[in-house]
Nanobody
C-alpha cells in the first residue's frame, strides 16, 4: 500500500529547533513534487514548503517561515525533511507531508497533492 509516514514532531520552547521527517512508499516518488502543510487548531491546512521531484531544484516557502525553515529530500527522493529553526508559538500544529500524483515540480496549492500522510504534532509552548 502506498503511503507517507511522518515522524519527529514534539513539544518545544520558543526559539528551539525540530526536524520532522516523512518517509514514502509511493512508486516513482523521486519524480513527484512533495510538500509540507500545517494544520493549526481550528484552521484549515496551510502551505509551508514544497520541493520539486527529480533534482529537487525548485523550492517554495510560505512567507511566514522563510529564513527559519528548510525543506530537503534524500538522494533517493523517498524521504522528506523539514528543518525548523527559531520555532514560535504560532508554528504549533499538525505537520503533514504530501506528494503529487504525477511527475511534478509541486506548488503551494493543497489540491495539487494526491498522497497525504497522517501528520506529526508540533507544539511550541510559551
Amino acid at each position: 500500500q502506498e503511503s507517507l509516514v511522518e515522524s519527529g514532531g514534539g513539544l518545544v520552547q520558543p526559539g528551539d529547533s525540530l526536524k520532522p521527517s516523512c518517509v514514502g512508499s509511493v512508486r516513482y516518488l523521486e519524480s513527484k513534487g512533495m510538500a509540507w502543510f500545517r494544520r493549526a487548531p481550528g484552521k484549515g491546512r496551510e502551505f509551508i514548503a514544497s520541493q520539486s521531484g527529480m533534482r529537487g531544484t525548485i523550492i517554495r516557502y510560505a512567507d511566514s517561515v522563510k529564513g527559519r525553515f528548510t525543506i530537503s529530500r534524500g538522494n533517493a527522493g523517498y524521504t522528506l525533511w523539514l528543518q525548523m529553526n527559531d520555532l514560535q508559538v504560532e508554528d504549533t500544529g499538525v505537520y503533514c507531508c504530501a506528494a503529487t500524483s504525477l511527475r511534478s515540480i509541486g506548488d503551494n496549492t493543497e489540491s495539487s497533492y494526491y498522497y497525504w500522510g497522517q501528520g506529526t504534532q508540533v507544539t511550541v509552548g510559551a
